[in-house]
């Protein structure tokens, strides 16, 4: 990366910094509990779940991602950074995957960038095509994420924690 002495510390420097930020190093650092159960959503998804796997044997699992490593009924394809149809679908498979999970399971939620876009589950009161006209002209338009967000929220029955509040997720 650089020439003199200096450089070579900053390559080190940033090679260190990546391998610390990896997904896997990340959640094998930070799972120190048992779970039975796990769903990953976002763009980092499959390989978050992939360490969570290869470090606690698991029941049952979800991944969602627009980046999915294989397509199967564990691992749906998404989308980002505009939902569609896919998101729908897998809005409707990850509340339904939560709402089996026995009372007494622990399950681990993955959740990376992408998420929102990944899986929507819209309030009663949002029609979806309106929703997306609206997501796209605010994500166009250079809204900070947190604009975003709120409107994805206002919208959403499954942002912000509504999932299964009772649930026992981590």
Do not use: W
Not at 97 to 105: C, E, H, K, T, Y
Request: aromatic share 8%; hydrophobic share 40%; proline share 4%.
């Amino acid at each position: 990366l650089f020439n003199d002495k200096r450089g070579v510390k900053m390559d080190k420097f940033i090679r260190k910094l990546f391998v610390s930020l990896s997904p896997t190093m990340l959640i094998s650092k930070h799972l120190n509990t048992k779970y039975d159960y796990a769903f990953a959503v976002g763009k980092a998804a499959s390989l978050m779940m992939q360490t969570a796997r290869e470090l606690n044997p698991l029941k049952d699992y979800l991944v969602i991602s627009p980046y999915t490593l294989s397509i199967d009924e564990k691992n749906l394809k998404s989308t980002h950074p505009i939902p569609d149809d896919l998101s729908l679908v897998a809005g409707e498979r990850l509340a339904d995957f939560v709402a089996s999970l026995p009372r007494d399971a622990k399950c681990l939620a993955l959740i990376s960038g992408g998420a929102s876009s990944s899986v929507v589950k819209l309030n009663s009161e949002t029609n979806f095509k309106v929703y997306v006209k609206e997501l796209s002209d605010l994500i166009y338009s250079n809204n900070s994420i947190e604009t975003i967000n709120k409107f994805r929220a206002a919208k959403s029955v499954i942002k912000n924690g509504g999932l299964n509040p009772e649930s026992n997720l981590y």
